[in-house]
């Protein structure tokens, strides 16, 4: 039984079509012209309890609005969206109380005071009683190493402490469905590194469920077994990233290690030249003539080594999002 | 229920946590209350000079309208001012989302998250002077009078409370609205005179189109007990109306949020 599921998801904007400047203002005024931008269309994915879903797409292709339609922060134009057995848009208390946002770019924690401070009041709000939140923090506290930073004012904290804190304010109420809108934004690797091995281990913890939203792959790779790769406001891919990668690229690279250097117009006939250092190259061969081309090489070259991998994925996604079109 | 009053309570410790690193603010608020309070009665002591009248209220009967005033000036600094003020910043900021995520009442947390101390002074000096003017002018401490005008005033605070709140929730559309709840402010500062003291045509738009005369006059002839049946009836029809329409304004305003781009 699907725990987050969404049935030919739309939404629409009217925004309002106005040119620069002082002309464009007044023409405008005078003559109001909207347009109509379609941010989301026609999506639909399930996600089973315990899952951690990668959400991928460009800026702009419609995670945000997607995300917000999940949890109820807006209302589709079309289609129908469940989350953890409610109707999000409704924002019933006992949905609201199942699942949790965390938006790396806002925060909820008062600036002022400490996080504990904040804590207190997520804890009022979500009915968690004294004992009971205080045993929560603790343990949260401990999985994510935050000590005396939650009696530090929040404005005197780094930025990963600080996201530490977030997730603790978002995660108090031991939500089931988890919504994380690039949660390590602007974090160092060490801070990415800790946020993401206290996901996976909150995922496996309390089986909660996660959809994940980064621009750092490495977020993705390292944490979700599936994506879902939305584009232009639509469900381009859903399914493992082993398949996304061979589905977006249509190369293998081919790593060889040779008994002497040669030159880059040796590789000619065989594949695209990525890179020669010395005895090491490596070629980019389109995969349907893989076994033929490497048969080639191996018979024709002086071959010590030759291994066969995918491109990284950061490459891969990180051209698409560049290019921002899809074959 | 319980719930929601110890969030409140939560709140209030909270923002007070936060408020108290700057105590000097209590006397500087102290001093500052107390000096527009002596200015006003200055005013008003020269409309009362050589013997007139104004609007038929006695000097007395005049203060505790003056009290009122004083004590929902000190509400609005309390609660008012601190916690709509931010519903601009939640807006701008697109942090909304995370009070409409909360499993509570989002016109309570708007409302009630923040409690400035600052405001006491006022509401002490106005209760102050509500008690002595109407001494004064020989108004008799029954415990009928005494229900009744605490009925008004709680009355007149839920008006207030909503024409602020109507306000600052425009800004799902507007965003910078915070000018406006100035003119509201300086609209309000009509309050501190019996409305009997205006002009026919101002009297009709302080009590049919910002009803001021239910925020400072009913409550005050309620308090000197000589309000009639009709306007205490009708007091309570506005705060009921004003707090409903405050609900649905706020449920229609949300439905047009779309919360800031990220």
């Given at each position: 039984?699907?725990?987050?599921r969404?049935q ?7 925004v ?46 419609g ?24 109707i ?16 790396g ?12 401070d904040?804590?207190?009041v ?77 996901l ?15 621009h ?32 977006l ?9 040779l ?10 006939g ?15 061969i ?39 079109a899809?074959? | ?80 001012q ?6 601009v ?9 995370f ?39 020989g ?7 005494v ?88 007091g ?17 305003a ?9």
């Amino acid at each position: 039984m699907a725990i987050v599921r969404a049935q030919g998801l739309g939404k629409t904007y009217r925004v309002a079509d106005k040119q620069p400047g002082l002309a464009g203002t007044l023409r405008h005024f005078l003559n109001r012209r909207e347009r109509t931008i379609k941010a989301v269309q026609d999506v639909s994915f399930a996600i089973e309890p315990g899952e951690f879903v990668g959400f991928l797409g460009a800026n702009g292709a419609g995670k945000t609005t997607t995300l917000k339609m999940l949890t109820g922060l807006i209302h589709p134009t079309s289609g129908t969206v469940e989350v953890a057995g409610a109707i999000p848009h409704r924002r019933e208390a006992d949905f609201l109380g199942r699942i949790t946002l965390v938006m790396g770019q806002k925060q909820q924690l008062i600036w002022d005071l400490p996080p504990l401070d904040s804590l207190r009041v997520n804890a009022a709000v979500y009915g968690i009683p004294e004992a009971e939140s205080r045993r929560r923090i603790a343990e949260l506290a401990d999985m994510l190493e935050l000590g005396d930073e939650l009696r530090r004012p929040v404005r005197k904290l780094s930025l990963g402490q600080r996201m530490k804190a977030e997730l603790l304010a978002a995660l108090l109420h031991r939500p089931a469905v988890l919504f994380l809108d690039e949660p390590t934004l602007g974090l160092d690797v060490n801070a990415q590194a800790r946020v993401r091995s206290f996901l996976a281990d909150y995922n496996r913890r309390f089986g909660a469920t996660v959809l994940l939203t980064s621009h750092y792959m490495a977020d993705i790779t390292a944490l979700c077994p599936r994506v879902l790769l939305i584009h232009e406001g639509q469900l381009f891919y859903d399914g493992t990233l082993e398949m996304l990668t061979q589905r977006l690229a249509p190369c293998r690279e081919v790593r060889l290690e040779l008994h002497q250097p040669l030159g880059a117009e040796a590789f000619a006939g065989y594949g695209e030249v990525e890179a020669i250092e010395g005895r090491q190259v490596r070629l980019l061969i389109p995969r349907e003539r893989l076994t033929e081309q490497v048969g080639r090489l191996l018979a024709d070259l002086a071959v010590v080594d030759l291994s066969v991998s995918d491109p990284p994925i950061e490459d891969i996604i990180g051209r698409l999002f560049r290019q921002g079109a899809l074959a | 229920m319980g719930r929601y009053l110890t969030t409140l309570r939560v709140f209030w410790i909270a923002s007070l946590t936060a408020e108290l690193e700057y105590k000097a603010n209590f006397l500087i608020e102290l001093v500052a209350t107390a000096g527009n309070l002596v200015g006003s009665v200055f005013v008003l002591s020269l409309f009362y000079g050589g013997g007139r009248s104004l609007g038929g209220w006695s000097w007395e009967a005049a203060l505790v309208v003056l009290g009122v005033y004083t004590l929902l000036e000190g509400v609005t600094t309390t609660l008012l001012q601190p916690n709509l003020s931010t519903i601009v910043a939640h807006v701008r900021t697109g942090s909304l989302d995370f009070v409409l995520l909360k499993p509570i009442d989002s016109q309570f947390w708007l409302s009630a998250r923040t409690f400035s101390p600052w405001g006491l002074p006022g509401i002490g000096l106005g209760a102050g002077l509500i008690i002595y003017a109407a001494w004064k002018a020989g108004a008799s401490p029954d415990p009928r009078t005494v229900a009744i005008a605490g009925l008004m005033l709680i009355a007149s605070l839920l008006i207030l409370y909503s024409l602020w709140f109507v306000l600052a929730a425009t800004s799902i559309w507007f965003v910078k609205i915070w000018n406006a709840t100035e003119v509201l402010r300086s609209v309000l500062v009509a309050g501190r005179f019996p409305v009997s003291a205006f002009p026919a045509g101002l009297r009709a738009f302080f009590t049919f189109v910002v009803p001021v005369a239910f925020l400072t006059t009913v409550p005050a002839e309620a308090i000197l007990g000589r309000a009639s049946g009709a306007w205490l009836l009708a007091g309570l029809a506005v705060a009921a109306g004003s707090i409903a329409a405050s609900r649905w304004f706020w449920r229609f305003a949300l439905r047009f949020y779309t919360s800031a781009s990220s």
